[in-house]
Nanobody, 116 residues
């Protein structure tokens, strides 16, 4: 079945960097667009972070543009989120997502904490 498994979260100081990974299985990864979302603590709504299409073209939310980079390795069925110049407001659980028709498939998320 479809499975998305994120990893790479952790604690980092402001200005630091992290790279998150999303391992995909159960579907033909290279044929699907992929997205990253995040949900900050305190019951905030989940927020779209960015997107990469099948050909590698990416789009980003304004809040992360210029700091975050999404990439993919279709040979390894992997999605990445490189995060630089992290800020406390980037603290959240980050999840990868893809869509099959009208149905979304999500990973379980990986927590990122940015704090001094």
């Amino acid at each position: 079945q479809v499975q998305l498994v994120e990893s790479g979260g952790g604690s980092v100081q402001p200005g630091g960097s992290l790279t998150l990974s999303c391992a995909a299985s159960g579907f033909t990864f290279r044929n699907f667009d992929m997205s990253w979302y995040r949900q900050a603590p305190g019951g905030k709504e989940r927020e779209w972070v960015g997107y990469i299409d099948k050909s590698g073209v990416s789009l980003y939310a304004g809040s992360v543009e210029g700091r975050f980079t999404i990439s993919r390795d279709n040979a390894q069925n992997m999605l990445y989120l490189q995060m630089n110049d992290l800020k406390p407001e980037d603290t959240a659980v980050y999840s990868c997502k893809t869509r099959f028709g009208f149905s979304d498939s999500w990973g379980q998320g990986t927590r990122v904490t940015v704090s001094s």
